[in-house]
């Protein structure tokens, strides 16, 4: 018998002889854990970074080439499997395997990993895999103690961030790795996952039986995240199994775990969708169409839905900063600021606050008016470039604070802006063959936008005078 398969028949052992106990033992790993792939094949998703011969795939395989294995930066939301893969990588060609999370590792940390690795290269000629986790927190100091040890492949590094590496990670450990971009696990990756788990002797064992409502629900509330989806089904199953009325005949009988269950595990009520297809990602839809509709009561009625659905309040706002770029624009430039200001305050604060910030970036959203001129232009902008239009840039556009740029005669005629009485400098901004035939921004006669289009108006005119 597995150590679950113990677990839970002691414990409804326990619930004859004294009554409702829980699933909880200090012994026992999280379900997450006893959960995690041991291979390749029992990774869900993340097909494509997976796929035969990619960089990840070779790396975990031992594959790396005649120069030995690559370092990895993976990339991804939470409970997409970057833990996961490290040990993976680890576990080939017996690589010895350290992690550190960069919250609370140091310089010092690293250094005694790479003094440690070296020795076990050189004494046992074994590998060491170095699994930092959040990345991001590492200072540029800290990252640059990284790189020797990366550079000479004395460590496989395998980082794992939440953030855009472009951003929090030096371009010199950048350059050294691959980059592996991880996405959220789909519906039925979370489903395959929640059922693999009641049944494998690493989870629960077949102690327990799923309800399809339930199910439903615990995949809506992961929203791609497969850690959250255990956690949910690991406490759920500690509901019912302190809820499950007793009788002799069904004792040795699967617990079946409801939908109440996973509403009480994760004290959240599930919205129940209409099977026609009224989902997740409709409801969203019709949030963003409702505000864009300036229907200020739909746009608050889904609004709630996706709240008390379990939707993350941080993803509802990112939806909304967007529609306010995208639906209103410069016709009421501070929608965008309302929506910015609701999505860190949103991350900050946490429910149930959240909803209260949340209804007023809608409110704002629904009730502006409404210009998708901004949206139109960068799209425009982007097909122009896609054509390859765009000659170089006019070389009196060009940088010319570095040596040698006045020789090339870059900045030679540019005309300063603020030289200029009313502040605008007649001279030719677009490269040649854009130049005078260009009309990206088309501003409506709506809101603030009613005001631009005179001034643009003005512009054109101001610049072809040049």
Do not use: C
Request: glycine share 8%; proline share 5%; aromatic share 4%.
């Amino acid at each position: 018998m597995s150590d679950a398969t113990d677990l839970f028949a002691q414990a409804r052992d326990d619930r004859v002889a004294a009554g409702p106990t829980t699933t909880g033992d200090s012994t026992l790993p999280p379900l997450a854990v006893r959960m995690r792939p041991r291979s390749l094949e029992e990774v869900r998703g993340q097909a494509d970074v997976l796929r035969p011969g990619s960089p990840l795939r070779r790396l975990v395989e031992g594959s790396g080439g005649t120069a030995g294995p690559l370092s990895a930066i993976i990339w991804g939301p939470p409970g997409t499997g970057k833990t996961t893969l490290a040990h993976l990588v680890a576990t080939a060609s017996d690589r010895r395997f350290v992690e550190l999370s960069a919250v609370t590792a140091g310089v010092k940390d690293v250094r005694e990993v790479m003094d440690q690795a070296r020795r076990d290269r050189d004494l046992y000629d074994r590998q060491t895999v170095l699994f930092l986790d959040e990345i991001h927190r590492f200072t540029k100091a800290q990252q640059d103690a990284l790189l020797p040890g990366v550079e000479n492949r004395l460590v496989v590094l395998v980082a794992a961030t939440t953030e855009n590496p472009s951003f929090s990670v030096i371009a010199p450990l950048l350059s050294r790795s691959v980059l592996v971009t991880l996405t959220p696990l789909d519906d039925a990756e979370i489903a395959d996952l929640v059922d693999a788990a009641v049944a494998d002797e690493r989870g629960l064992a077949g102690g327990f039986s799923l309800d399809e409502d339930a199910r439903a629900h615990l995949v809506r509330i992961a929203g791609g995240d497969a850690r959250r989806a255990l956690t949910a089904l690991e406490a759920a199953a500690g509901v019912a199994l302190d809820t499950e009325p007793l009788t002799a005949d069904t004792d040795d009988a699967p617990v079946t775990i409801v939908l109440t269950h996973t509403e009480q595990a994760v004290a959240q009520a599930a919205v129940r969708y209409d099977r026609a297809g009224d989902q997740h990602y409709d409801v969203a839809s019709a949030l963003i169409k409702s505000m864009r509709g300036s229907d200020v009561d739909a746009a608050l009625h889904y609004l709630a839905r996706m709240l008390e659905a379990g939707e993350d309040p941080r993803f509802i706002a990112r939806r909304i900063v967007i529609a306010a770029s995208e639906d209103v624009g410069m016709a009421d430039p501070t929608a965008l600021q309302t929506a910015v200001a609701a999505m860190h305050a949103v991350a900050q604060i946490g429910m149930p606050e959240a909803r209260i910030i949340l209804a007023q970036a809608v409110v704002h959203n629904a009730m502006a008016p409404k210009s998708n001129a901004s949206y139109l232009a960068i799209g425009a902008a982007i097909a122009d470039v896609r054509a390859g239009k765009g000659g170089p840039v006019p070389p009196h556009l060009r940088g010319s604070g570095y040596a040698g740029a006045a020789r090339l005669g870059h900045g030679d005629g540019y005309a300063y802006a603020h030289d200029a009485p009313d502040g605008v400098a007649a001279q030719q901004y677009l490269p040649d063959d854009l130049a005078g035939a260009t009309d990206y921004y088309r501003p409506t006669d709506r809101g603030f936008e009613e005001r631009l289009a005179v001034r643009l108006a003005w512009l054109k005119e101001r610049l072809a005078n040049r």
